[in-house]
């Protein structure tokens, strides 16, 4: 099991960047396949960026695709999302999540962490 904490969200006009970071513990986390998820209120949970345990290997959605970035070190047991050119639409809590393999299902993930708060102001 791997225990998945997030960190770096806050407030941000429209147009600016943000970094979040996603830190985890367990023997797993360097053979694992990591994802960033959001939800807006009264939405469902949808797909952000994957990245497989290697770094190699990335997908994004059509929404942030040429905005965000997903990176990690495996060293540091850590997972980022740069987020560039921020819109209010990308308001959301924004969740890292663990899979075997990249994916952009959630039902593909088996830990999450408890997610934090992105406020995008126009």
């Known amino acids: 099991q791997v225990q998945l904490v997030e960190s770096g969200g806050g407030w941000v006009q429209a147009g600016g960047p943000l970094r979040l970071s996603c830190a985890a513990s367990?023997?797993?986390?360097?053979?694992?396949?990591m994802g960033w998820f959001r939800q807006a209120p009264g939405n469902e949970r949808e797909f952000v960026a994957t990245?497989?345990?290697?770094?190699?290997?990335?997908s994004y959605s059509d929404s942030v695709k040429g905005r965000f970035t997903i990176s990690r070190d495996n060293a540091k047991n850590t997972v980022y999302l740069q987020m560039d050119s921020l819109k209010p639409e990308d308001t959301a809590v924004y969740y890292c999540?663990?899979?075997?393999?990249?994916?952009?299902?959630?039902?593909?993930?088996?830990?999450w962490g408890q997610g934090t708060q992105v406020t995008v102001s126009s």
């Open positions: 990245i497989s345990w290697s770094g190699g290997i990335t």
């Open positions: 999540a663990r899979a075997a393999t990249i994916s952009s299902s959630t039902s593909n993930y088996d830990s």
């Open positions: 367990g023997r797993t986390f360097r053979l694992s396949a």
